[in-house]
């Protein structure tokens, strides 16, 4: 893979414009789009780090997490050298012109957004992809957005945990870490070795924002005309095997992924990794969760073999991946 390409399928897209790398462009007018759409610490990171192994995707990350100069800079820089890109760059600086670039109400703006980003393409590229999450304004329109990526044929991957538990012990490692563990190259293992301390009523509430997002999803699914859902639990226990049906779905051929450079922070049981356990769980029991409390206090996917953080190799680092969310 060249480092053109690498400068835009592993690092930020604002990284793509430096000295030794060339503007981009497209060469193709309609290449395939697609979205995933899905919450923090769900395995989001980890899935474009694998996809984007192939050499013929590319995936520009959460671009709603962004402030419009990130966009303007996108369309401004693509602007002179694609033809192809044109038209979708001069309409989102039209249609933004008033907005400052410090601005981070880009959900307001969410079609023109997807568009331009959609056809962010350097040529080299057969498909084009960025992630959208639930808490980035996702929530607040996906009936919209599920119409609008049916009326231009993007192929859509729902990507959600479900082991609840362990779900909200990775949100609240992330919080407890100095820059959050999904952005470390080397995660500090005392960090990761360190108990959280998390309060019934603190899983109760991760559990039902959850069942929110989750009834979306289920309406994205059955509204969507091109629709791949997948578990944090799937991809955690077949990982090549899943990333290569998303290459099916996708309609590109399968490539070898590497799945050997991970590295393991929150393991072991539950009661190794949330203070007070004992007492938090005897609460957990008492509510209607008390069943799947059991079931996920069980589950076999977190096992030894199971790497939560991906562990960047010295060629890897090069290329400036980082890790999975």
Request: with cysteine.
């Amino acid at each position: 893979m060249s480092v053109r390409v690498l400068c835009l399928a592993a690092t930020v897209v604002s990284a793509v414009w430096d000295d030794s790398t060339k503007t981009l462009s497209a060469k193709s007018s309609e290449p395939i789009k697609y979205v995933t759409l899905s919450s923090p610490r769900s395995g989001s990171g980890w899935f474009r780090s694998m996809i984007v192994s192939h050499e013929h995707v590319s995936d520009t990350r959460e671009v709603f997490a962004k402030n419009f100069g990130f966009f303007r800079h996108a369309a401004e820089n693509c602007l002179p050298e694609s033809k192809n890109f044109r038209a979708h760059a001069e309409a989102f600086l039209k249609s933004t012109a008033h907005i400052p670039d410090n601005s981070t109400q880009v959900g307001k703006y969410w079609k023109q957004a997807c568009d331009l980003m959609s056809h962010f393409n350097n040529g080299d590229f057969e498909v084009t992809g960025f992630k959208w999450m639930m808490d980035q304004g996702l929530e607040s329109v996906y009936s919209e957005a599920v119409e609008y990526f049916n009326e231009n044929n993007y192929k859509v991957f729902i990507l959600e945990r479900k082991n609840l538990l362990r779900h909200t012990i990775s949100i609240f490692g992330l919080r407890n870490s100095p820059q959050g563990t999904a952005h470390l190259t080397h995660p500090d293992k005392s960090i990761m070795d360190t108990k959280l301390s998390i309060t019934p009523k603190d899983f109760i509430k991760m559990f039902k924002v959850h069942e929110i997002y989750s009834k979306k999803y289920d309406a994205i699914e059955a509204a969507g005309n091109n629709v791949m859902r997948i578990s944090y639990e799937e991809l955690a226990a077949e990982p090549s095997e899943t990333i290569q049906r998303a290459y099916e779905f996708l309609g590109i051929d399968p490539q070898p992924v590497s799945t050997d450079h991970f590295l393991k922070t929150h393991t072991g049981s539950i009661d190794q990794l949330v203070k007070d356990w004992k007492s938090v769980r005897a609460e957990l029991m008492k509510t209607e969760y008390a069943e799947k409390i059991e079931a996920w206090e069980r589950e076999l996917y977190f096992s030894q073999n199971l790497n939560l953080v991906l562990h960047v190799a010295k060629e890897k680092e090069e290329k400036g991946i980082s890790c999975f969310q």
